[in-house]
Structures are given as C-alpha cells and as structure tokens.
C-alpha cells in the first residue's frame, strides 16, 4: 500500500531533550515535507526537499533541522525543543512537478512542556 | 513572498451548494491545490488546476483564474460528511492558506 508513515503518532517531552520525528515514503517520490499545523495559522512549512541531499528551509525553520540521506527517508530532529514548538506535524511526499500532489502522513502531535 | 486566503469559516445546509473562495499572490506559479482535512486528520487531495477554467470531479469543482489570481471550490449535494476543512494551496514548493472550516448543517 502507498503510504507516508510518521511516527511517533503523539509525543509529550520537556524543554532542551532532544528529539526526533521520522518520516518514510514507500512511493518512491522525490520531493518531501514537513509542515506544522497550529489553530487559526493553517499549514506552514518547516524545511522540504526535491531529492537526497537535497533540502531547503521552509517559511518557519527556526529550532528545527532534517535530513535526506535516502530517498525514502526524511526525519525531522529538533535539537533542543521549546513550549512554542508544541503543535501538529505532517510529513508529505510528491513527485516533483506538474499536478502532482501530496501524500501526508497521519500526523504528529508534539506537546513540549 | 505568497499570500493565500480564504475565508475562515462557512456554515451550509445538507443538500444545497456552497462556494468557497481562495485568492493568491506568488512569485512563481505552478498550479493550485485544494485538500480536504477532517478534523484530527491529515489532509487529502481533492483537486489540482494549472489553467484558467473549470475542472469537474463529481460533486466537487474547482475553478482557476491566473489573471486575477483566484481558485474556488464548488462543493455540490453538500452531505454531513463533507464538514471538514478545506485548505488551497500554491506550488511550489507548496505552501496553503490557513483553511476554512465548512459546517453542513441538517
């Protein structure tokens, strides 16, 4: 089945303890994601990649770095996380270009106490 | 830089026909996205236009204006189920509005 497999699905941390969220795409896509999701803000993008080795930052970075040393794998690591980085975290995947669209996977919810 | 909005919140009655608008401004262009999100889920593709006009997929539409950087989604025989989430989104990289939230009311 195609599928973007994240994991955790929840997460509860403290402040500074480093952690990281995975990501892993069995469509053999070359563009992923990640976005966060906070109420009345929408959908914002952390960092995305168009191929392996190949990332970029998003509109909010900040706190927050990835990794795309294989195609299929894109995990997002927050180094020391913060109260504001409490929030819903999708990956997605996409063949680059054209109408192509994302896949999401089922989320994350990241509380940082 | 890209702005994208839509109107937060539209509320419908179950069967009728509702209209929901997204204007855009972009430095790049490259098609328009719209997705629906069920609460607590992940968003799911529901159209794409790359053209100016009217794309057609059961009871849901999508419309495009590249000239007046417009797109509306046009939900038809509005059902229960359809009380969701609707994001538009730009690419790319692919970048959404902050959505709006339609509730179909019996």
């Known amino acids: 089945e195609a599928q973007v497999t994240q994991n955790p699905r929840y997460l509860i941390t403290v402040t500074g303890k480093k952690l990281t969220v995975t990501c892993s795409q069995n469509?053999?896509?070359?563009?992923m994601s990640w976005y966060r999701q906070d109420p009345g803000l929408g959908l914002r993008q952390i960092y995305y990649?168009?191929?392996?080795?190949?990332?970029d930052k998003g509109d909010v970075p900040e706190g927050y770095k990835v990794s795309r040393k294989e195609k299929r794998n894109f995990p997002l690591i927050l180094e020391s996380p913060s109260p504001n980085q409490t929030s819903l975290y999708f990956c997605?995947?996409?063949?680059?270009?054209?109408?192509?669209?994302?896949?999401f996977g089922n989320g994350t919810r990241l509380t940082v106490t | 830089g890209q702005n994208i909005d839509q109107p937060t919140e539209m509320t419908a009655t179950e069967g009728a026909i509702v209209q929901i608008n997204c204007t855009y401004q972009?430095?790049?262009?490259?098609?328009l996205f719209w997705y629906q999100q069920h609460a607590g889920e992940a968003p799911t593709f529901l159209s794409y236009?790359?053209?100016?006009g009217l794309e057609e997929k059961g009871r849901f539409s999508s419309f495009l204006s590249r000239s007046k950087g417009y797109s509306y989604l046009l939900l038809k025989e509005l059902q229960m189920k359809d009380s969701a989430s609707y994001l538009c989104?730009?690419?790319?990289?692919?970048?959404f509005g902050a959505g709006t939230r339609l509730t179909v009311k019996p």
């Open positions: 997605a995947s996409s063949w680059e270009g054209g109408g192509s669209p994302l896949h």
């Open positions: 469509m053999n896509h070359e563009y």
């Open positions: 990649s168009m191929n392996v080795e190949v990332t």
């Open positions: 972009t430095s790049g262009f490259n098609g």
């Open positions: 989104a730009v690419r790319s990289p692919t970048r």
């Open positions: 236009n790359v053209l100016d």
